[in-house]
């Protein structure tokens, strides 16, 4: 069973940084595309940042530049290393899993999600 959960979210100023990280289990780095999502009250969830099995990132344009996407893999743990936040980054982030055949439709595994709030 694939399980998902991210932590490292909270409340800081704008400016500032904060590294989110999402441990999983049941699943691999060999066979997966690991992404972070976020998704603001009254609006869609939209991707962030995802690598790929062969440790390829891509950025949503909002976030390049300011925001890194890496892995662990001994310890099965994606992370998102936040910095020069802003107040439009306040958000719930989510990470999800999808092998490469999932990727584009709405399979795949999600963690609960961890709440982030930049102040100004």
């Known amino acids: 069973q694939v399980q998902l959960a991210e932590s490292g979210g909270g409340l800081v100023q704008a400016g500032g940084s904060l590294r989110l990280s999402c441990a999983f289990t049941?699943?691999?780095?060999?066979?997966?595309?690991m992404s972070w999502y976020r998704q603001s009250p009254g609006k869609q969830r939209d991707l962030v940042a995802f690598?790929?099995?062969?440790?390829?990132?891509n950025y949503a344009d909002s976030v390049k530049g300011r925001f890194a996407i890496s892995r662990d893999i001994p310890k099965n743990t994606v992370y998102l290393q936040m910095n020069s936040l802003k107040p439009e980054d306040t958000a719930v982030y989510y990470c999800r899993a999808q092998t490469p055949l999932d990727w584009g439709t709405a399979r795949g595994s999600w963690g609960q999600g961890t709440l982030v709030t930049v102040s100004s």
């Open positions: 690598i790929n099995a062969g440790g390829g990132t």
């Open positions: 049941g699943i691999g780095f060999s066979t997966n595309i």
